[in-house]
């Protein structure tokens, strides 16, 4: 602890005292504790302690009948704690009896500070910072702490029987021999007693009748078996096995949540040789008792599991599949079998058990999507996979739900009736559309496929946040539709869903609701970027109205579909898609697009179609369109001033991105972890490298970089000043050009970066000759910067001293704000 | 008491019932269903050669003697004459006989000049002040529509039934042709409308002391109301085209339908499968998309009701569309009256819209688009609207039938050309038979219903919420619509099951209580004695001279009994009066059996024998050979020719119960 602050902590300590002071702020009182910590961890408690004696008066203070505040009596508790991790430090607060004082029953334990959860939360927390090593436990033995944490387990804060349970676990894993101890007996009696305790007092748990009891037993268990997987986990699992699986037997199966995270724990420990001790037996029992709902997360963490019996992950993947094998049954046309998932689903196993109310039956599908959403790019996913049930499945779902489908049977109808106009279904089952694309099915499903998302986007009844699933959805089955070898262009019937398509885009780039035609900006954007080269769907795009209408949202009045039309056309203009625009207006076409996007650069009042412009000029100038290569300089040096004016800081960091991109265009050597970037047409500068820094000096681009540098905004300086040391690393090895860092010039130059960093940026640089840009590139202490923007904004402030004062100052102990209060 | 209900429409969302009500004869709306005129050629406003020279048709033998009155275009044939309406049943029941007539909206008065000036009606209508106004709009809109373009030719040759039933359909099938009538005149119109009184939301109207009606929101259209007609102890709902939506007018009273006995239940969405939020989208969408293609846009609507909701919509979509110069035209002999009328109902409107006008603002904003010009308004399309009129452009014209009216003049127009769009948001007619007659048809057709009235979902919530014995509604209601079978949520669901009826069927409304209000007169009341029975129920006896007059009920005090002597006069006085015999005290209580046999055995009577039986005890007095049957509500005492014991055993009877 440096000086400083041993002066300031005795005043604190006399404040957190002083019933009378009140500390406002409990985040302080984390901060001081993260702090001890801190300290804690880097020396010894006991040198603290001996070092700063009003730590210890503050902790026997605590002991004094008085009216301290829960706050500062938990803090101390953990204070207390935190400082008797170490050993030799817990033996010298011992001498004073200062611990059994604090955490035994002539503490707050049994006074009126108890009641507080505060308190008792404390008090977990500072046993559990205690707990390090065997004389804690005596301790905790001697003080009879095993016994409360148990009945803390049942207390009313949630975050107090929480962290009790945790205890438990800590103390569990504490008082058992680690890895090198050998296994230990099965034989109670050869148990260190404080484990034998608590393994009693989980075992009569697991035998109690009420259910939260048995959920805090199972929870601690799981929370057991995810973080120590030394060698006795496994004997205490054969030991509570059979209570477990004792759960079963119980109908309805209790803590049914809880069980399924312990046995999934259990399953997952690398400690427990599952094969041995009966697990798999207990998981496929667990997979036939429990519920669909129940059911469902563990089939889950069984089938995710890597090493598992096949059988057993056939059983898992059947239930998991049950949900959607029933929907199939209940909407075949046939009343017979339904011929899909054969075998997933019983003659017990109805859709009656889906259908028992609106909210269940959607809970359920919802989950089971999600589900196998997850399982689908998982290597160990079953095998084979069910692709074209499951695709059936979710496009029945998607009829339902949008009411196309016709089903015959009376379930069917009943199902239709729950599931018509649900949003959340609609969503779920989209996504997991979207995630079956990667893998193929019969052409006659993928037509329905094609058929439904259609449906979807046609639909008027199709809420934004569907449609945009609905988008994304059909995105990914066009990527995934079979391509000619060696072209790339969509299939034929691809192409006939496209002229389908389009129009429906059309009239929903139309939409009075500005999240759809956003969203239908953002998938054209996506069908441009991936076919905009290829004949077939550059013909269908051009033949529709479609690049008109993107042009005209370029003026919608909502900022966030702007700035997607600004993306869309940029990326259209890009593969030469745009449609000159007719009228006097609009003289010239594509040039009259740099203009707008110009235009709306710098006037735009909102900052993200002024970023998309960033952006799209960036990638131009990358991608050497050919409207920017027709006049590189000029684009940049516009393009940067006014950049540099703008308000938003993501545009001007987008400006210094386009400044980096013509750096390395004009100095040749183009960024080779950028997987996007194109050969530049720019050749590469083959003069002394005074001619290669000209092109910078005239488009300005120091003067925005240099600006940059002391900008207000760190990202903003960070990323200029990473530029800037690019630039000086470049220059540095090839040390051809002379310098001149005595030149008025560049003392000028300094001297006018100086009042920038100052502040005042009122002063242009004016004209930069590439000598005087390199003398002040060295001159710059840009390392030094680099080191101070790392830092966060606040380490000034975050200082051990600067907390210490600032909680004195709070309470009024520094003065000087005395005349405030009032 | 029964009360019967005759359906005399069988369109469920232009019903007219007839319901017979504590000797009240009401009528229930007056819907008249104008898809009748499907059937018939347009009425084009300047001489149409292609309507002109459409082929007439002819039997399949070849016989072409309906050639003048039937004419075939694209395969349907059409009735080339003056388009008819169905009218409501006039044989089911006498309609001079109805009292009175209840208007839930303006598009359920439409048959009104037909029930008041040929029936012999000589009742009152009832009906709110927008109701009548812009009911008066839609049927003046009408008469203009026809009348304007007068055609020559009558067509009645085809409604022989012999003949109908050999042409092709929809002709075969329609219903009651010869019964089908021409359109009302504006004479018959005013005349009909001077019947009306007007009333207010929440207004008792008392008809004829026995039956009270009430209008409330319904929350569908300006001024449109569910009636509640209800006695002393029967409750009726009458609730037709109500929405819960949040549009123009003022919302929906529910909770003063509770406690019903019965709910009637008509006038319910068109469309359920389309949810009017989507519609407005796509009716903004393909708007936008087909003038910013260059084309027209055609709206063939009402002069009133969701036209305010799609400019307001428009409204707000128009600049963000970048659709600011694209001039929309409402053109209706009834467009500047509507626009206006609009905007003086404040009282009607929903909150936000009433707020407004105390800003002071207009309430709809197509004040503002009337102001800058964005929006025009026209009599007809001669006269001024052909010298402004400029393309593209979006017209809002009727009628929604496509039959006549300035529509049918913009479809001969602009049907050439797929660049231009027909967008139908009225429900009420398919658009499919709508656009029958111009076929074919270049112009992009587009089917946006806009139908705001309660889907099944809110009926069902509806239900749950007002809870009423019973509901009545058409048979339409009580299945899913045939092209949707599988669709069981498209039906009405409660218990107990839906009562349905059909046209020119007669329905017996379930009413359970049969109870009738009495007053009672002060003084009369006053001489009343309770005494109390048992704790908290007293009893009095009264009697009284029962007065009914209007159907209302009253006690009076019985008249003093005559005086023995006077005069003339008065003797004739007493014998008006009824006899007023001297009454028995009424007798309350049980007869405790046990304490009843001590009691005899007390004043001598041996040899007591008690049985019991299903309703009580009989107390058997063997030596007196004598039976007392002691009952739940009598005791009989039967005994041989003994007066006086019986006397003596009536008196002991006596001393257990009380008198009063």
């Excluded at chain 1, 000159?580 to 735009?604: F, K, R, V, W």
């Excluded at chain 2, 339908?257 to 499968?273: A, E, H, M």
Aim: hydrophobic share 40%; glycine share 6%; aromatic share 6%.
């Amino acid at each position: 602890m440096d000086p400083e602050c041993s002066q300031l902590l005795p005043a604190l300590c006399a404040v957190l005292a002083d019933p009378r002071q009140p500390m406002a702020d409990d985040t302080c009182l984390e901060k001081l504790l993260d702090w001890f910590k801190t300290i804690t961890e880097a020396g010894s408690s006991l040198l603290l302690l001996q070092g700063n004696p009003c730590l210890v008066e503050l902790l026997c203070h605590m002991l004094k009948p008085q009216d301290l505040s829960s706050r500062v009596l938990a803090f101390s508790l953990r204070l207390a704690g935190v400082l008797a991790a170490q050993e030799d430090c817990f033996q010298y607060l011992q001498q004073g009896e200062l611990l059994p004082k604090l955490f035994g029953e002539a503490g707050p334990l049994g006074g009126a500070a108890w009641t507080s959860p505060t308190v008792r939360s404390g008090w977990i927390q500072g046993l559990r910072s205690l707990a390090q090593h065997p004389s804690a436990l005596h301790f905790l033995a001697d003080c009879g702490a095993v016994d409360t944490i148990f009945s803390l387990q049942e207390d009313s804060s949630l975050f107090v029987a929480s962290a009790a349970g945790q205890l438990l676990v800590h103390i569990l894993g504490l008082s058992m021999p680690g890895p090198a101890g050998g296994p230990p007996s099965l034989q109670a009696g050869d148990w260190p007693a404080c484990a034998q305790k608590i393994v009693g007092h989980i075992e009569e748990s697991l035998r109690a009748t009420a259910t939260p009891q048995i959920t805090q037993a199972l929870n601690v268990l799981t929370t057991t078996f995810g973080h120590c997987h030394d060698p006795w986990t496994q004997v205490l699992w054969v030991r509570l096995s059979p209570l477990v699986a004792g759960l079963l037997e119980k109908d309805p199966v209790p803590a049914a949540h809880s069980l399924v995270d312990l046995l999934l724990s259990v399953a997952r420990s690398p400690g427990l040789s599952s094969s041995s001790c009966g697990l798999w037996e207990t998981l496929a029992r667990t997979l036939s008792h429990l519920s669909p709902t129940q059911a469902g997360p563990l089939a889950l963490g069984i089938l995710k599991l890597q090493d598992c019996p096949q059988a057993l992950r056939a059983q898992a993947f059947a239930v998991l599949l049950q949900p959607l094998a029933c929907v199939l049954k209940a909407t075949a046309q046939d009343p017979g079998p339904s011929g899909v998932l054969d075998g997933i689903v019983g003659d017990s196993m109805t859709a009656d058990m889906l259908l028992p109310s609106k909210a269940a039956c959607v809970g359920l599908l919802c989950r089971t999507l999600a589900h196998l959403e997850l399982l689908l790019p998982l290597p160990q996913r079953p095998c084979p996979w069910p692709q074209a049930p499951l695709l059936g499945a979710a496009v029945t779902l998607l009829q339902l739900c949008g009411g196309s489908a016709r089903p015959t049977s009376d379930a069917g109808r009943h199902l239709c009736g729950l599931l018509l106009g649900c949003v959340r279904v609609q969503r779920a089952a989209l996504d997991f559309l979207g995630t079956l694309s990667e893998g193929t099915g019969p052409r006659e499903l993928v037509t329905q496929v094609f058929a439904v998302l259609l449906e979807y986007l046609r639909s008027p009844d199709s809420s934004p946040t569907v449609l945009k699933k609905a988008f994304q959805a059909t995105f990914r089955w066009l990527l995934s539709s079979p391509k000619t070898p060696g072209c790339w262009d969509l299939d034929p019937h691809a192409l006939l869903f496209l002229r389908d398509l389009l129009p429906v885009l059309q009239k929903r780039l139309c939409s009075p609701c500005w999240e759809v035609r956003d969203s239908g900006l953002e998938f054209l954007t996506q069908m441009t970027r991936h076919w905009g080269g290829q004949a077939g769907f550059r013909h269908a795009l051009l033949a529709s109205e479609v690049p008109k209408l993107t042009e005209q949202l370029l003026r919608d009045p909502e900022s966030y579909v702007r700035a997607s039309a600004v993306t869309a056309m940029g990326q259209l203009s890009s593969q030469g898609l745009c449609v000159p625009a007719a009228g006097p207006e609009h003289p010239g076409g594509q040039q009259s697009l740099l203009a707008e996007l110009l235009h709306i650069l710098s006037t735009d009042s909102e900052g993200f179609p002024r970023r998309a412009v960033m952006q799209v000029f960036t990638q131009w100038l990358r991608d050497s369109h050919a409207d920017v290569a027709g006049d590189t300089e000029q684009f940049v040096a516009g393009v940067l001033q006014v950049a540099s004016q703008d308000l938003d800081w993501e545009v001007r960091a987008q400006g210094l991105e386009l400044a980096l991109v013509f750096l390395e265009q004009t100095l040749g050597q183009p960024r080779s972890h950028c997987p996007c970037a194109v050969t530049p047409a720019v050749a590469a500068p083959v003069g002394p490298l005074a001619q290669a820094l000209q092109p910078l000096c005239r488009v300005r681009l120091f003067e925005f970089a240099f600006r940059a540098l002391f900008d207000c905004d760190r990202p903003v300086a960070q990323k200029s000043c990473d530029l800037l040391l690019f630039l000086r690393a470049k220059t540095a090895s090839s040390g051809s050009l002379q310098e001149s860092r005595s030149s008025p010039h560049v003392a000028s130059v300094e001297a006018a970066l100086q009042r920038w960093q100052a502040g005042d940026q009122a002063q242009p640089l004016g004209d930069l000759e590439p000598e005087v840009v390199l003398a002040v590139l060295r001159s710059l202490d840009l390392e030094g910067l680099q080191g101070a923007l790392a830092e966060s904004s606040d380490h000034v402030e975050k200082s051990p001293q600067s907390l210490l004062q600032d909680m004195l100052a709070t309470v009024g102990v520094l003065g000087g704000n005395e005349a405030d209060c009032y | 008491m029964s009360s019967p209900e005759y359906c005399l429409s069988g369109h469920p969302t232009l019903p007219c019932n007839v319901l017979k009500f504590k000797s009240t004869t009401i009528m229930l709306d007056c819907g008249l269903d104008m898809t009748s005129t499907l059937n018939f050629l347009p009425l084009p406003l300047v001489q149409s050669p292609r309507l002109s020279n459409l082929p007439g048709w002819s039997l399949k033998d070849g016989n072409a003697f309906l050639d003048k009155e039937l004419k075939e275009c694209s395969g349907h044939v059409f009735v080339d004459s003056v388009p008819e309406f169905c009218l409501p049943e006039t044989e089911l029941i006498d309609l001079s006989t109805v009292d009175v007539i209840l208007i839930s909206n303006y598009h359920c008065m439409m048959a009104l000049p037909y029930i008041t000036e040929h029936t012999g009606f000589s009742g009152t209508v009832y009906a709110t002040e927008p109701t009548v106004q812009i009911g008066r709009l839609l049927m003046e809109e009408l008469v203009n529509f026809i009348e304007r373009v007068p055609k020559a030719q009558s067509a009645s040759l085809w409604k022989n039934k012999d003949i109908q039933r050999l042409l092709p359909s929809p002709l075969k099938d329609a219903v009651e042709v010869s019964t089908w009538r021409r359109c009302y005149t504006m004479q018959e119109v005013n005349s009909a409308l001077s019947k009306i009184q007007l009333v207010g939301y929440s207004q008792k109207i008392e008809l004829f002391g026995a039956v009270q009606v009430t209008p409330l929101s319904s929350g569908y259209a300006l001024g449109s109301s569910n009636w509640i007609i209800q006695s002393h102890y029967e409750k009726v709902s009458y609730v037709s085209g109500s929405s819960l939506l949040t549009t123009h007018p003022q919302p929906m009273d529910q909770a003063s339908l509770k406690n019903s006995d019965v709910l009637i239940l008509t006038g319910l969405t068109q469309i359920p499968t389309a949810n009017p939020d989507g519609m407005v989208g796509e009716f903004c969408s393909n708007l936008a998309l087909t003038v910013r293609n260059g084309g027209n846009v055609l709206v063939p609507c009402y002069p009133s009701g969701v036209i305010y909701d799609l400019l307001e919509c428009l409204y707000q979509y128009i600049d963000s569309a970048g659709l600011s110069n694209i001039p929309f035209y409402f053109i209706s002999p009834v467009a500047n009256s509507s626009l206006e009328f609009s905007q003086i109902f404040a009282e009607w409107l929903c909150h936000n819209k009433q707020t407004k006008v105390y800003l002071p603002e207009p309430p709809f904003p197509h004040a503002e688009l009337i102001q800058t010009n964005k929006l025009k308004h026209y009599p007809s399309l001669h006269g001024d609207f052909s010298s402004d009129f400029r393309q593209p452009c979006v017209v809002f014209t009727g009628h929604p039938s496509l039959r006549f009216g300035d529509v049918v003049h913009f479809m001969e127009l602009w049907g050439k050309s797929s660049l231009n769009t027909v967008i139908f948001t009225e429900p009420d007619f398919s658009y499919l038979e709508a656009l029958a007659p111009y076929q074919p048809l270049a112009m992009k057709c587009i089917y946006c219903p806009i139908d705001t009235r309660l889907n099944f979902i809110q009926v069902s919530k509806l239900l749950k919420e007002v809870q009423p014995l019973h509901v009545v509604c058409p048979e339409q209601y009580t299945q899913p619509p045939p092209a949707q079978s599988h669709r069981m949520d498209l039906m009405i669901d409660c218990q107990p099951p839906a009562m349905s009826y059909r046209r020119a069927e007669v329905l017996a409304l379930p009413f359970k209580r049969r109870y009738e209000k009495i007053e009672i007169m002060p003084e009369l009341a006053d001489a009343l004695v309770p005494m109390e029975i048992k704790p908290g129920i007293s009893l009095a006896t009264v009697s009284a001279v029962l007065h009914t007059k209007d159907n209302k009920h009253v006690l009076q005090p019985p008249p003093r009994p005559a005086q023995p002597t006077g005069g003339k006069k008065r003797k004739r006085a007493s014998e008006d009066i009824p006899d007023c015999k001297v009454l028995k005290p009424l007798l309350s209580g049980s007869i405790p059996v046990e304490q009843f046999v001590q009691t005899l055995e007390k004043h001598g009577f041996s040899d007591i024998k008690v049985e019991d039986t299903a309703k009580g005890h009989i107390v058997l007095l063997q030596e007196a050979e004598t039976l007392i049957q002691i009952e739940e509500d009598s005791t009989h005492i039967i005994c041989d020719n003994d007066e006086m014991l019986r006397v003596r055993l009536r008196d002991l009877v006596l001393k257990f119960l009380q008198k009063f």
